[in-house]
């Protein structure tokens, strides 16, 4: 099972808004409602911040938002703030013998 | 509170064992799916391995035949046994839960770091 695609570094100024992009294909990101992404501060441990493509849970800004057309999922943070500059991680079902792959990481900047 | 602490990490020899515990408290390791990933140094993370409520376990390719998951219900807590270790699995291994069987990974250990070196 092959790593989700995603670009290796983003950035943006605070008050703006980016997206980072997460693409698979027809047999993961393609075919199951079921992206999530997670938040990662250097040495920190993952953080949930969005699943089942567009759900956030409790706790989480509503900056961040989700969505998925075709075989690509896409990760929305509006109103850029600092504390948001971290690397992001999509993650998806892929069927049941392997059942989940990850992205592998945006590095996202705040400028 | 619903916390995760891992612990068993440390230096390992090549072809060498290891057992990492991911002890669980503020609900029941059992009714819910949960999953091993992995992140080795300056990488990204890699899943490896989920045990399901109803007990059936699956591995990344990476790992499957060497590396067995299992859970203790009397001590509310999830096992990765880690043998024929490699350089590669070099890593930090964090354990998660999975509420919704979703693939929500909520909440995250602190990590465990395993290094495989002679």
């Known amino acids: 099972q092959s790593a989700l695609t995603q670009p290796a570094s983003v950035s943006g100024s605070p008050g703006q808004s980016i997206t980072i992009s997460c693409t698979g294909t027809?047999?993961?990101?393609?075919?199951?409602?079921?992206v999530s992404w997670y938040q990662q501060h250097p040495g920190k441990a993952p953080k949930l911040m969005i699943y089942?493509?567009?759900k956030r849970p409790s706790g989480v800004s509503n900056r961040f938002s989700g969505s998925k057309s075709g075989n690509t999922a896409s990760l929305t943070i509006s109103g850029l703030q600092a504390e948001d500059e971290a690397d992001y991680y999509c993650?998806?079902?892929?069927?049941?013998?392997?059942?989940?792959?990850f992205g592998g990481g945006t590095k996202l900047t705040v400028l | 509170e619903v916390q995760l602490v891992e612990s068993g990490g440390g230096l390992v020899q090549p072809g060498g064992s290891l057992r990492l515990s991911c002890a669980a408290s503020?609900?029941?390791?059992?009714?819910?799916?949960m999953s091993w990933v992995r992140q080795a140094p300056g990488k990204g993370l890699e899943w490896v391995s989920v045990?399901?409520?109803?007990?059936?376990?699956y591995y990344a390719d990476s790992v499957k035949g060497r590396f067995t998951i299992s859970r203790d219900n009397s001590k509310n807590t999830l096992y990765l046994q880690m043998n024929s270790l490699r350089a590669e699995d070099t890593a930090v291994y964090y354990c998660?839960?999975?509420?919704?069987?979703?693939?929500?990974?909520?909440?995250w250990g602190q990590g465990t770091l395993v290094t495989v070196s002679s």
């Open positions: 998660a839960r999975d509420e919704s069987g979703g693939g929500g990974f909520d909440p």
């Open positions: 503020g609900f029941t390791v059992s009714s819910n799916y």
């Open positions: 045990i399901y409520s109803g007990g059936s376990t």
């Open positions: 027809s047999s993961d990101v393609g075919s199951y409602n079921l």
């Open positions: 089942e493509v567009s």
């Open positions: 993650c998806s079902y892929a069927g049941s013998s392997t059942p989940w792959v």
